[in-house]
């Protein structure tokens, strides 16, 4: 059964147009959210995080934004760039101190 | 600083032979784990240690992966006898701690035919 849950496979946007990519939980009890993002090849990239006592974080281009009572998260990348196309992935942990646990990822294609 | 380290980088078996990989976390990250990724999944924890201890291997498949990490620092994952299932890329992670971001190495991709 999976607790983390990125239903689009895929996301195609222009340049300079805003990304957004979904992501949804089923455990309440997850307290600590990341993005990683994904080159061919290489490990994932940690982006951003968020916690559970937050709405919102911001870095640079990068917002993720969690809606605890919906259980979902959003990553938004403005404005997206070439350079941004790769796979993200939604990660949570529910403990501190535990490992995190990965959605199925989505990729991002940015045409210029 | 450095990253973490893994190798060899690919690795190409026969079932039923055995593999080993290797990993060198980030200077001064005490929690290390082991990671699989099967082709178009997310990666699915096999095993988590804080320094030289195990904190969580309730998804390693004991019968024929293996784990150890000693001295606290370099880790090594072993699968012995390897199916055909086990073809994955198995990644490295290393963290300073809770709630601290994953660190994780370019991986090691493992086929078994």
């Known amino acids: 059964d999976q607790q983390v849950k990125q239903n689009s496979p895929s996301l195609s946007v222009q340049e300079g147009r805003i990304s957004i990519l979904n992501c949804d939980y089923t455990?309440?009890?997850?307290?600590?959210f990341l993005w990683y993002k994904k080159y061919p090849a290489e490990g994932p990239t940690f982006l951003i995080s968020i916690s559970s006592i937050k709405d919102k974080n911001e870095d640079g281009r990068f917002t993720v934004f969690l809606n605890k009572s919906a259980k979902h998260l959003s990553l938004h990348i403005v404005p997206s760039q070439p350079g941004d196309s790769a796979v993200y992935f939604c990660?949570?942990?529910?403990?501190?101190?535990?490992?995190?646990?990965f959605g199925k990822g989505t990729t991002l294609s940015v045409s210029s | 600083e450095a990253g973490v380290a893994q190798s060899p980088r690919y690795k190409i078996i026969e079932k039923r032979q055995s593999v080993a990989f290797w990993c060198n976390p980030i200077s001064g990250h005490a929690t290390l784990y082991w990671y699989q990724q099967i082709l178009g999944q997310g990666p699915k924890l096999l095993i988590q240690?804080?320094?030289?201890?195990?904190?969580?291997d309730s998804q390693l498949p004991k019968d024929r992966f293996s784990a150890e990490r000693l001295k606290g620092v370099d880790s090594t994952l072993k699968i012995q006898p390897a199916k055909l299932e086990d073809s994955a890329v198995y990644l490295c992670a290393s963290s300073l701690g809770e709630n601290s971001p994953l660190h994780f190495g370019n991986g090691t991709r493992l086929t078994v035919t």
């Open positions: 240690f804080q320094n030289n201890g195990v904190v969580d």
């Open positions: 455990n309440s009890m997850f307290d600590y």
């Open positions: 990660a949570a942990s529910y403990q501190a101190g535990t490992a995190l646990i």
